[in-house]
């Protein structure tokens, strides 16, 4: 009988064993991919443990650095042709009223409904659709209308009017819509 719990006792410790010893090595991959601040490992890292407690700080973090190394390749359109593009008169863009400018996917929808809503393309240019499809915004922001409204602010400063010819998941406008609702006082 005796040697039969204890038989039980060394399995369970084993089986314990075991599992602290994938979670070291997944907190080790973890921190390596961390360390060496590339998409790339950090995807590898993702592909690698799918279901790691990791996994959702690593997807929100591989967007980030995706987005700066579109940055340090430069944009993709000039000043030019983002003021070009822009609305010739300004309109009023109220939280809760729908859009009048944009694409035909935003125009009729409210800033309120697309922050909660499916972003239309990836947020960062080659991001595989797992990652973005059919989530939610809000899956990696905590978008309210208080720091949606300090990001649209930082749109109204010469430094912040150049991110506005940078792509956005619903569109350049969208962006320019966000200008104009921050200018007339986020209401």
């Not at 809760?96 to 697309?114: F, H, W, Y």
């Not at 922001?141 to 300090?150: P, V, Y």
């Not at 569109?171 to 007339?184: E, P, S």
């Amino acid at each position: 009988m005796l040697k039969i719990v204890l038989s039980g006792v060394l399995s369970i410790s084993l089986a314990t064993s075991a599992a602290y010893a994938q979670d070291a090595d997944e907190k080790a991959a973890w921190d390596a991919a961390k360390q060496s601040a590339t998409s790339e490992e950090v995807f590898a890292f993702i592909e690698q443990y799918p279901n790691s407690v990791f996994t959702k700080e690593a997807k929100a973090y591989m967007i980030d650095l995706l987005w700066q190394e579109l940055d340090d390749a430069g944009p993709e359109t000039t000043a030019e042709e983002t003021a070009a593009a822009a609305p010739a008169t300004s309109t009023t863009v109220l939280f809760s009223e729908p859009l009048t400018e944009g694409s035909a996917d935003v125009i009729g929808r409210t800033l309120e409904e697309l922050i909660s809503s499916t972003p239309l393309f990836p947020p960062v240019e080659g991001l595989p659709e797992e990652y973005w499809k059919e989530q939610k915004c809000s899956n990696c922001h905590e978008w309210k209308q208080a720091n949606l409204c300090t990001q649209a602010n930082t749109y109204l400063s010469e430094a912040g009017a150049e991110n506005l010819i940078k792509k956005h998941p619903y569109g350049g406008a969208f962006k320019l819509n966000l200008r104009t609702w921050a200018q007339d006082g986020c209401n």
